[in-house]
């Protein structure tokens, strides 16, 4: 089958051949260096660019191995973009994000990262915080005691970029370890702790190429946490 807008030596391409034309179309008056592509057995759907001693490398997750050209295509595009820092058309962008976004491969990536995601969760027991306790606790006062319990752990560092997050494919709350420190109220660590038991509750919307983690919904339970605003106050200032 061939579709408007792709070019026909697309079907017949290799992935190097891929890159190498992609290559062209980005830096026509660089020579075009040797090209190897390498599937990997990652457990995520990322890919990476390197250039090595001249040579390109691309190393692509596993998952892509089996993907259309287009949607190849359109991961030089964003590789070389990324490598070359040239800005990346829409239309690949779009195609990437909804080929990884069809329900099979969703699934494919959510069984990849099950199995080869190795996940360090720490335990609840925390220096000053119990995350079991501050969940049950939760539980009770928000979701009936509804919610069964996932594996709950602090981060391995401290960050400030990510508070908490819920990992769907382990099963696991896991939350900043910035979060349980002497001195650090409680509230900012129960609003943590209340949002991600939310996305416990709230699967994610997959919509097209969007994928909406706060939807309308979410935002709305969020406001039953009575503390909310003073809560946010407090993680500001972390
Ligand atoms: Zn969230």
């Given at each position: 089958m061939l579709l408007p807008g792709f070019e026909s030596a697309l079907l017949f391409e290799t992935p190097e051949e891929i890159y190498a034309r992609v290559f062209?179309?980005?830096?026509?008056?660089?020579?075009v260096p040797e090209m190897h592509v390498e599937f990997c057995r990652f457990a995520n759907a990322d890919s990476f660019i390197r250039l090595e001693n001249g040579r390109l490398r691309m190393r692509i997750s596993d998952l892509?191995?089996?993907?259309?050209?287009?949607?190849?295509?359109?991961?030089?595009?964003?590789?070389?973009?990324?490598?070359?820092?040239?800005?990346?058309?829409?239309?690949y962008n779009q195609r990437y994000r909804?080929?990884?976004?069809?329900?099979?491969?969703?699934?494919?990536a959510h069984l990849i990262r099950q199995i080869r995601g190795r996940k360090f969760i720490s335990g609840p027991r925390g220096t000053v915080y119990n995350l079991e306790e501050i969940f049950e606790r939760l539980n009770r006062q928000f979701f009936d005691g509804l919610l069964g319990m996932p594996r709950l752990g602090w981060s391995r560092g401290v960050s400030r970029s990510?508070?908490?997050?819920?990992?769907?494919?382990?099963?696991?709350?896991i939350i900043n370890r910035i979060l349980d420190q002497p001195g650090r109220p409680a509230l900012a660590l129960e609003y943590v702790m209340f949002h991600e038991m939310l996305h416990l509750q709230h699967p994610v919307d997959h919509n097209g190429v969007r994928?909406?983690?706060?939807t309308k919904e979410f935002r709305e339970a969020e406001k039953k946490f009575p503390e909310l605003k003073e809560a946010k106050e407090i993680l500001k200032r972390l």
């Open positions: 062209r179309e980005l830096k026509p008056r660089t020579p892509l191995a089996g993907a259309p050209a287009p949607v190849m295509e359109s991961l030089a595009y964003i590789l070389l973009g990324k490598l070359y820092r040239k800005p990346v058309a829409r239309c909804l080929y990884l976004n069809r329900r099979d491969m969703r699934r494919r990510m508070l908490g997050h819920f990992d769907p494919s382990h099963n696991a709350i994928r909406r983690v706060h």
